[in-house]
C-alpha cells in the first residue's frame, strides 16, 4: 500500500495552490467533513462555531469551481433554501 504523504507536506502543496483552486480544495475538503461528522460535530467552544459559521459563509459564497457568486446568485441561492 502506498503511503499517505504528511500533513506538512500536504499544507505545504495547498498553499501552493492558485487562489481559486485553494477554495475549490477548501469547500470540497468542508463537504466530506460535513458528510463524515455532521455540521456541528465537536463544536465545543465559541471560536470553533465562529470559524465554521466563516467556513459556511465562504462556501456560501462561492461556486463548486471555486469563482465568487455575484451578489444576485448569493441572494438567489439563499432565497432558494
Keep these: 500500500m ?3 504523504p504528511s ?11 492558485p487562489p481559486q483552486d485553494l477554495s ?6 468542508g463537504r466530506l467533513l460535513v ?3 455532521g455540521k456541528w460535530a465537536d463544536l465545543n ?11 459556511v459563509r465562504c462556501c ?3 461556486h463548486a ?3 465568487r457568486k455575484s451578489l444576485e446568485e ?3 441561492d439563499l432565497a432558494s433554501e
Design 45 to 55: 467552544r465559541l471560536d470553533e462555531a465562529q470559524d465554521y459559521i466563516e467556513w
Design 24 to 29: 475549490k480544495l477548501v469547500n470540497t475538503l
Design 65 to 67: 469551481d471555486g469563482s
Design 35 to 37: 458528510e463524515k461528522y
Design 60 to 62: 456560501d459564497s462561492h
Design 2 to 4: 502506498e503511503e499517505q
Design 7 to 17: 500533513y506538512e507536506t500536504l499544507l505545504t502543496q495547498a498553499e501552493a495552490l
Design 74 to 76: 448569493f441572494l438567489a
